[in-house]
């Protein structure tokens, strides 16, 4: 399975900017790229996914390098409810039928200060 | 809409006690569904995924084990728990020909003492 490498922490301040990044220099072709967040004692949330293009939605935007052996998560404006761990996975298309499977790995901490 | 129950939420049980959690997703049919672990401060760890009734996929060798009774029920089962067994369960399913969203439950936290 390809992997994914994040720092294990980072830091904001409310209503700047955030730039999360994520290494994942094994991917293949069919690879999606997904980012999930936790909250404490809660379980992970759904927030972007995409392919190749850059992707955005209400919760936060996705820049692919064009080589996507990295990719970006961007959170516009953080907020205090922003702070939690944000995870990047990939996702085989492949597995859509074979039983798809998700492996987490340890994530990043965002912390976001007042 | 869809949703996804866990239960019990909290559970404190002693070693060599057994262990059954459960999972019931609602508002669709046929989801995938998984089982994961995590350890505190750690990442997800995959347990168990299935694709379909008595179809079950074990990721890692343990002392636990899953079953699938009914379409959109999971459950989660020990015979004798350890200490190792510690940790945050979440349940999550997904469907097929999708996005391969993953949808979590609200986690079950079990302390083994």
């Known amino acids: 399975d390809a992997k994914t490498t994040q720092p294990n922490s980072m830091e904001s301040n409310e209503e700047e900017p955030v730039h999360l990044p994520c290494n994942h220099s094994?991917?293949?072709?069919?690879?999606?790229i997904h980012w999930y967040r936790q909250l404490p004692s809660q379980g992970p949330e759904y927030v972007i996914h995409?392919?190749?293009s850059n992707v955005n939605n209400r919760m936060a935007s996705l820049a692919i390098a064009e080589d996507r052996k990295s990719s970006t998560l961007i959170l516009h404006r953080a907020t205090l409810r922003d702070a939690a761990v944000y995870y990047c996975i990939l996702r085989d298309v492949g597995e859509e039928t074979s039983g798809s499977r998700l492996t987490f790995g340890e994530g990043t901490q965002l912390t976001v200060n007042p | 809409s869809q949703t996804i129950h866990q239960w019990p939420a909290t559970l404190v049980q002693p070693v060599g006690s057994p262990l059954s959690l459960e999972c019931t997703v609602e508002g669709t049919s046929n989801p995938n569904l998984y089982w994961y672990r995590q350890a505190a401060g750690r990442g997800l760890q995959l347990l168990f995924y299935s694709i379909g009734i008595d179809q079950i996929s074990s990721e890692v060798p343990q002392n636990l084990s899953a079953s699938r009774p009914q379409d959109r029920q999971f459950i989660l089962s020990s015979k004798k728990l350890l200490l190792s067994d510690s940790g945050f369960y979440l349940c999550a399913w997904s469907l097929l020909a999708h996005t391969g969203e993953l949808f979590f439950g609200e986690g079950s936290r079990l302390t083994v003492l």
């Open positions: 094994t991917i293949s072709g069919t690879d999606y």
């Open positions: 995409g392919l190749t």
